[in-house]
Nanobody, 114 residues
Framework: QVQLAESGGGLVQAGGYLRLSCVASGSIHRLMGWYRQAPGKQRELVARISSSGSINYADFVKGRFTISRDNAKNTVYLQMNSLKPKDTAVYYC??????????WGQGTQVTVSS
């Protein structure tokens, strides 16, 4: 069993930044990711990172967001810069099995005002 606890969301103006954190407890998953879900839309992958540091980003965040992890602290981070109103969503941390989300956190709201 894995528990994921996200933090760091909030309200920010366009062009601003936020840093999300996700602390994992329980069994360690090699692959961790951040997803987001905007109102009326499907949940989508933002970025994922392996325990060895291999990273994939969605095209819409390349150059603006950075995913990282501290394996010693069982924590995954998402640094979000140059935020846009369309980045407004609930952001979820996930522990993946293969490439499929296996566990989810409760989510943290990110709201970007114009």
């Amino acid at each position: 069993q894995v528990q994921l606890a996200e933090s760091g969301g909030g309200l920010v103006q366009a062009g601003g930044y936020l840093r999300l954190s996700c602390v994992a407890s329980g069994s360690i998953h090699r692959l961790m990711g951040w997803y987001r879900q905007a109102p009326g839309k499907q949940r989508e992958l933002v970025a994922r990172i392996s325990s060895s540091g291999s990273i994939n980003y969605a095209d819409f965040v390349k150059g603006r967001f950075t995913i990282s992890r501290d394996n010693a602290k069982n924590t995954v981070y998402l640094q979000m810069n140059s935020l846009k109103p369309k980045d407004t969503a609930v952001y979820y941390c996930s522990a993946l099995l293969g490439l499929v989300p296996n566990y989810w956190g409760q989510g943290t709201q990110v709201t970007v005002s114009s």
